[in-house]
């Protein structure tokens, strides 16, 4: 595909990154690209959510069972505990003899110096002297948590799939918007322009605003909720050991932030490293001949071994800083878990809390720290997004020519709602001309593409996995990443 | 393809590849280590109420985890610093495999896919590396790790592990199965709503000059909806992906504590010991899930690999002569013999028997159709591509004899799409000679007629030129092509199309121009205006990749139709314009 694209798009490109490269992959293999800033992120993105207006009754009922299968989920684990507690009150039951009851049986470890034990024993349900695990009670339980499990999974599905539906329809219109607005532009709108620019709005801008929508909506609404429901849930077991976990959230957040910031300028350099090299690469194998006859080649060949040399430094930084944050994020976990483990077997055997309880808190803690630093990653995909949704729009705001035919789709007013808006108009903007060319030694190596708009604000994003291209074209960004 | 060019290249850092072996070993180790301590926290600890156990063995957990987040880290940074090393060094073999193709192999692959192999396919390959140095590689050695440590905690569960990962591998490998051939339909459909905006947005004025408004609309509704369509199909793929997992993973665990309870009622096992058992469990699935999701990766970056193997595997059919012998300093003459060419795979020659010669002091034109073979001939003399039958001499020298640096030594090119390179007008000029002074260069700009719009471009001669020399004009492009090759004041001037932009003016203004420098030098000018052929010493008239005829402009009005055919059709064309 980048075979065919031309000398301008590939600049726009190479200033946002390859649409490619937003498309699918696991979460952390997204960040690294650069992004930009939006210009003005709330109304812009409450514009983006305007196009969803048409499908609201489908993506309110996508976020109700959204919510309850994370209300699902997050009950399984503390259900899931009692049958943990019914299997450890069946191992104690055993051991005390038919006929003893259980005040007896504590009352004798007491007398025994057994006292800790006394006390686990002491804060026991369903101890049944004499006999072993009540596995009536057990299947019920379990059966219950299956069932719950399955109905939530089976949500889930449902809501992913309207969710899925929604967003394309969605998308399917703007393009179809959009197409339809190049056919009413005037013709003085082509030439105030470079091609490669309106090209890149209406290819890799909605192909970004496709990805950004049914990403966030499908992550981030899932992922808030998820937080919050196990922080509930924490909050309801155990208090004192929701205070301890609680304790990762900012420890989370500083640390991905310090990494972060380091991570940025890695990421600024091995853009633009790359940008380097596939330039002298292009210049080289097009000018193949002149190379060889006028005996450019050793040139050719230094200039290539330089830059391939600091591309190699670039990458290399960049993704082992990226790849620092998982162990990092696990160790955090690994302490977390350490940390709950020690304080709740000390609440167990003091008899306050059942051992059921912590490993179903033990589970909540896991869960809560991976959502969250989804929420985190998913921030500069909106930036993003919602920046690539601007410049779409300022194509759909430009002024049509007169007369304007009348729209041909019904459901092509879409965005005729603000038309009349023409103050941001792209012409405007883009004869603003500063030559802030990102990078590059040689100072005319992007004249073509130079003073484009919106250059001085952009910014690049931080964060994990140092892809400059695209990666696997969708590794679902569910694959969740394993901890401990 | 892949595992080839990877362990080809991954040869050289064997040494670091066992650290990071070593280390991801300790790190899974730790990690499996750490759900058997819990599991010990519980049964002589909690169960038994000893609270120092638990205070003693939470102590270790922190060491573990300590040995684990370092040796992950370390191994992060081998995985990384070999990845980009292997992407180096790949890069670097393609680029300079495909510096020493010859114009044959350079257009038989074609330069942007020569150029998007050498970038993002290694980019590919280099990220494919990366994720399984990280990552895959502690997949096996987690679930190795991980079934034993889960054995060793009762063997009587252990069928649990052999029905729960091959479960998991094969719904989550269906899913991806699945979902593979959608995401090659869904490049598509991307690529063909993207080309048909291009094409929308390039030939908007021949769109609504033909009112083709509505052609045009239907045409990208379709592959609007087939975009759609397929975007919605991987979508819902995707939106049972992860229900799927789910499923499975809670199963495993209730299963593991129901069948687990029946081994604790029975005294065979410990309740802390099912409740390592479910962490191991889990970090297994988790590992069998990774590995397949990480697999996606792999039929992507084995078509990069082979793409990347395919240059790499192809050698240049230009030689250098292993024994070379020195051209004559001083003008030569050109003459080829029976020169025969053929591109690979090509039916018939593109040249047959392509015989004349150019003496030096003298202009030969050669006209011909579009497609008559004209640029493919001017490349036999450079070596561009070499015969495959006949030959070409220069000064009486194979040029096949001769060194590939001295041959080009003493030719002018001027190509017939003119390209600079980025940098300023005086670099490029300065490939002609690098020791060239700037009188020398600002003579030859003056000769090229060039010399008027370099004074007026900021800098003069140091005025920025963009990659491809895409700031100037088509004719201004040509005329620095041309003043590049006057620089180099070579023996022979090989002319094609190159005035074909500039005015019949300035053509005849550099014509006249040329004649006193290029006076001891043996020009070959390929040609279409009638006025250029006209002043040539000699024409030689190519049809189909054949002579049919040699001689003067007035010699050749006489006897060859085609030649007269051609003056016809050129000079309609001059009158039009
Ligand atoms: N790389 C190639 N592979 C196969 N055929 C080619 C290649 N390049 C050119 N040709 C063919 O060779 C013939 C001569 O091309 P060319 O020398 O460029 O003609 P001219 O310069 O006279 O227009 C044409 O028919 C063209 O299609
Ligand atoms: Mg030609």
Redesign the pocket.
Known sequence: MSELKSAEEKAAEERRGPAGARRGGPPHAQLGMPTEKSQDFVPSAKRVLGLLRPERVVVGGSLVLALSSVVLNAIGPKILGRATDLIFAGVFSRQIPAGVTQEGAVAALRARGQGTVADVLAAMDHVVPGQGIDFGAVGRVLLVVLGIYVVAAGLQLLQGRMLTTAVNRTVFRLRRDVEDKLNRLPLPYFDSQPRGELLSRVTNDIDNVAQSLQQTLSQLVTSLLTVVAMIAMMLYISPLLAVIALVTIPVTMVVTGAIGKRSQGHFVQQWKSTGQVNSVVEETFTGHELVKVFGRQAEADREFAERNDALHHASFRAQFISGIIMPTLMFIGNLNYVAIAVVGGFRVASGSMSLGDVQAFIQYSRQFTQPLTQVASMANLMQSGVASAERVFEVLDAPSRSPTPAPRHASSTLAAGSRSRTSRSPTPRSSRSSSTSTSSSSPARRWPSSGRPGRARRRWSTSSCASTSSTADGSPSTARTSAS | MLLRLVRTHLRPYSGPLLVLLALQLAGTLASLYLPSLNGRIIDEGVAVGDTDFILTAGMWMLGVSLVQVVATITATRIAALTAASLGRDVRSAVFSRVGSFS??EL??FGAPTLISRSTNDVTQVQQVVYMGLAIMVSAPIMMVGGVFMALREDIGLSWLVAVAVPLLGLSVGLVISRMVPHFRAMQKAVDTVNRILREQITGIRVVRAFVREDVERERFGEANRTYTNTALAVGRLMALAFPIVMVVFNASTVAVLWFGAMRVDSGAMKIGALTAFMSYLIQILMSVMMATFMSMMIPRATVSAGRIVEVLDTSSSVRPAEAPVALPAGPVELELRAATFA????DSP??REVSFTARPGTTTAVV????????????LVPRLHDVTGGAVLLGGVDVRDAALEDLWQHIGLVP?RPYLFSGTVASNLRHGDADATDDELWEALRIAQAEDFVREMPGGLDAPIAQGGTNVSGGQRQRLAIARALVRRPAVYLF??AFSALDVATDARLRAALRPVTREATVVL?AQRVSSIIHADQVVV?ED?AVVGVGSHEELLGSCPTYVEIVESQQAMEEVA
């Open positions: 114009a044959r257009s038989s591109y690979p795979g090509a593109v040249l011909g159709s579009t497609g008559a073979g004209k640029t493919t001939l001017v490349g017939q094609d199309d390929v190519l990749g």
